[in-house]
């Protein structure tokens, strides 16, 4: 992306930073950085919980800070993120308090609380009494009687007898719960480190932490090679029911962008490499597996075949990872069909398990994660929603880098926002939602998705978006940028048949949606919160994804944005052998629903393609 027209914002404590667009709402950046903040009020300044403070950097006091917020904090550098637009470079401490949900307990342990820092990975030094002719129990015993009942795998056991006399009886313990992992010599205690990796279909982002302090250390991210072979779960299947040699070849791909990741985190960090003694590993069923070097072929057939459910650990050794020698890969456990460890993880990092309302997590993408929890109940399922939100099979579609419209807003006229300050040359998905929103509510789209011709606009419509409405071959579609001003020197359109994609990709995961909320027997009212987690769902408009029946029709406060929670809970799992049972629970206990398999999926596919009449309010989103 060109960052030059760019501002660049940082976030405290974490150190991350971002590039926004003048004009950018903190809250905004904010998400873009992976802090999820609280917003309660839907963004309208009323709640104050969204408060950061402005440790360096032009940014003067909003109305809404004045009012929300008392005058010394305001001198403090107190300001509300969903009320302060990005005027120049920032560096933005987040309180605790303001971190949304999950977020606010891993951020915790950032910032050097131990609350919830209980590493499955633990250093104990000792040192021993040597064998007298008063005490000649085994060295194993000897071992045990100090720093407690482990099981000890037989190649330590037989470095044991040396190690403990070479070392004079003294060296530090590794145990990765209640296994000894490592003998190392003299006091490591206050060395050891973990990384927490979110591994995507498209990319791969890994988070050293010092597993001692809980702090973490480094975030470095790289593409996922895999993309070579397809860019969605469904073509690298393919790929290997088709190829005998693909699937060495894919879980190879993977492991090279893992281990290129620690490289990188190791070098960010000045840490060596081999003082990482646990990766934690979230993605979704093909990922993992694929990962594991284990046959996904049944994920390509119905009903859809997870080849484990369980977490698992594997040493570090057998997937050639460059960390300690005695190191172990976690990976989390599965629900069923595609829906995967990063649901898992999605689920921890939001604290799905704790909310007291019915809750949906919602993780849109070209496979959307859908999960509904109800009365201690958890049900999951997965909607494959295609590429369109990844600005694919759109006629103009792009992903959201330069020259990408994200936004648009209809006025008397079309208001748009491009990525890098750049002239617009195609639109990508939030944008998608956000014009066939707009058009729905000009009533220039009608609830069959029909673009609508000028002659058929409302009578109040303005001459400017009436001269819009142009006929190509016998379809109506709507121009966004005129050829003289686009960056490319074509026009730029949203097209009848982008609004059908749109259609298509809306209705797989509305349907998801409604299916789950029928076996739970629950109206969308009945819905205390939605979540939406992932990469897109934390730039896609609120308002707009409910005015196009993407999201149900309840009120934007109770729509939050959770961040990258899968990220999010690798990080807890990682940190926490307490959050690692959740996980473990969490995959036990959620009833994977399979679409595919249900009678009435069609029926609710069918009609969750159809636009909603009428939104249920007209809360102006934030972002
Ligand atoms: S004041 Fe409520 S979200 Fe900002």
């Known amino acids: 992306m060109n960052k030059q027209n760019e501002i660049k914002v940082t976030f405290q404590p974490s150190g991350r930073s971002v590039f926004a667009l003048p004009g950018?709402?903190?809250?905004?950046?904010?998400?873009?950085?992976?802090?999820?903040?609280?917003?309660?009020?839907?963004?309208?300044?009323?709640?104050?919980?969204?408060?950061?403070?402005?440790?360096?950097?032009?940014?003067?006091?909003?109305a809404a800070d004045l009012q929300a917020l008392s005058a010394e904090q305001v001198q403090q550098g107190y300001r509300l993120a969903c009320r302060t637009y990005i005027v120049g470079p920032l560096t933005v401490e987040i309180p605790a308090e303001s971190l949304f949900g999950g977020a606010q307990q891993i951020l915790?342990?950032?910032?050097?609380?131990?609350?919830?820092?209980?590493?499955?990975?633990?250093?104990?030094?000792?040192?021993?009494?040597?064998?007298?002719?008063?005490?000649?129990?085994?060295?194993?015993?000897?071992?045990?009687?100090?720093?407690?009942?482990?099981?000890?795998?037989?190649?330590l056991l037989q470095k044991l007898a040396g190690f403990l006399r070479g070392q004079n009886w003294q060296g530090t313990a590794v145990?990765?719960?209640?296994?000894?992992?490592?003998?190392?010599?003299?006091?490591?205690?206050?060395?050891?480190?973990?990384?927490?990796?979110?591994?995507?279909?498209?990319?791969?982002?890994?988070?050293?932490?010092?597993?001692?302090s809980g702090q973490e250390k480094a975030v470095a991210s790289t593409m996922n090679p895999q993309v070579s072979f397809g860019d969605d779960v469904i073509s690298r299947i393919s790929r290997i029911r088709e190829n005998d040699g693909a699937l060495a070849q894919l879980q190879q791909s993977a492991l090279t962008a893992i281990r290129s990741v620690i490289q990188k985190l190791g070098e960010q960090a000045s840490v060596d490499t081999r003082h990482i003694y646990e990766v934690a590993i979230a993605g979704n069923s093909t990922m993992?597996?694929?990962?594991?070097?284990?046959?996904?072929?049944?994920?390509?057939?119905?009903?859809?075949?997870?080849?484990?459910?369980?977490?698992?650990?594997?040493s570090a050794q057998t997937l050639g990872l460059p960390v300690n020698p005695g190191g172990e890969v976690y990976i989390f456990p599965q629900i069923g069909g595609f829906v995967g460890g990063d649901t898992v993880a999605g689920m921890l990092a939001s604290g799905l398990d704790k909310t007291g309302e019915a809750t949906l997590l919602v993780d849109i993408g070209t496979n959307g994660e859908i999960?509904?929890?109800?009365?201690?109940?958890?049900?999951?399922?997965?909607?494959?929603?295609?590429?369109?939100?990844?600005?694919?099979?759109?006629?103009?579609?792009?992903?959201?880098?330069?020259?990408?419209?994200?936004?648009?807003?209809?006025?008397?006229d079309v208001i748009l926002n491009v990525i890098g300050n750049a002239r617009p040359v195609g639109l990508c998905g939030t944008a998608l939602i956000d014009a066939a929103a707009e058009l729905?509510?000009?009533?220039?789209?009608?609830?069959?998705?029909?673009?609508?011709?000028?002659?058929?606009?409302?009578?109040?419509?303005?001459?400017?978006?009436?001269?819009?409405?142009?006929?190509?071959?016998?379809?109506?579609?709507?121009?966004?940028?005129?050829a003289e001003v686009s960056g490319s020197g074509e026009p730029v359109y949203l097209w009848q048949k982008d609004v059908r994609e749109l259609q298509l990709a809306t209705g797989a995961i509305r349907a998801g949606i409604n299916i789950l909320l029928r076996r739970a027997g629950l109206e969308p009212a009945d819905l205390g919160s939605v979540l939406l987690a992932g990469a897109f769902g934390n730039f896609?408009?609120?308002?707009?994804?409910?005015?196009?029946?993407?999201?149900?029709?309840?009120?934007?406060?109770?729509?939050?944005?959770?961040?990258?929670?899968?990220?999010?809970?690798?990080?807890?799992?990682?940190?926490?052998?307490?959050?690692?049972?959740?996980?473990?629970?969490?995959?036990?206990?959620?009833?994977?629903?399979?679409?595919?398999?249900?009678?009435?999926?069609?029926?609710?596919?069918?009609?969750?393609?159809?636009?909603?009449?009428?939104?249920?309010?007209?809360?102006?989103?934030?972002?």
């Not at 904010?30 to 802090?35: D, K, P, Q």
């Not at 080849?307 to 650990?313: E, I, N, R």
């Not at 398999?597 to 636009?611: H, I, R, S, Y």
């Open 540 to 623: 896609i408009r609120r308002n707009n994804a409910r005015r196009i029946g993407l999201l149900p029709q309840i009120a934007c406060r109770r729509i939050h944005f959770v961040g990258n929670a899968a990220s999010l809970g690798a990080q807890l799992a990682l940190l926490s052998a307490d959050e690692r049972e959740l996980a473990s629970q969490l995959g036990r206990t959620t009833e994977h629903v399979d679409l595919s398999l249900d009678p009435e999926f069609q029926m609710e596919f069918g009609m969750a393609m159809m636009f909603p009449e009428n939104d249920v309010d007209a809360c102006n989103d934030v972002r």
């Open 371 to 412: 999960v509904l929890a109800h009365n201690g109940r958890m049900q999951a399922t997965s909607a494959a929603a295609g590429p369109a939100f990844e600005g694919a099979r759109i006629v103009q579609g792009m992903r959201a880098t330069a020259g990408a419209i994200e936004k648009v807003i209809l006025g008397e």
């Open 108 to 155: 915790t342990s950032h910032a050097g609380r131990s609350a919830v820092l209980n590493p499955v990975i633990r250093k104990t030094y000792f040192h021993l009494d040597p064998p007298s002719r008063d005490s000649a129990v085994s060295d194993v015993e000897r071992l045990k009687s100090v720093i407690g009942e482990v099981t000890i795998p037989f190649h």
């Open 24 to 62: 950018t709402l903190l809250l905004e950046a904010a998400g873009r950085a992976g802090v999820a903040l609280q917003t309660p009020c839907g963004g309208r300044g009323t709640c104050g919980k969204c408060r950061v403070r402005i440790v360096s950097g032009e940014c003067p006091p909003s």
């Open 288 to 314: 993992q597996q694929l990962l594991c070097g284990l046959d996904s072929s049944a994920l390509g057939e119905v009903p859809f075949v997870q080849a484990f459910s369980s977490a698992l650990t594997i």
């Open 175 to 212: 145990l990765a719960g209640k296994r000894l992992i490592g003998l190392e010599a003299g006091d490591t205690s206050a060395t050891a480190y973990g990384v927490a990796f979110d591994l995507g279909t498209t990319t791969v982002v890994g988070t050293l932490f010092d597993l001692v």
């Open 440 to 482: 729905l509510r000009k009533g220039l789209i009608d609830e069959t998705g029909r673009i609508l011709s000028a002659d058929e606009a409302p009578d109040g419509i303005s001459p400017a978006l009436r001269a819009r409405l142009i006929e190509i071959n016998g379809q109506v579609n709507f121009l966004l940028v005129a």
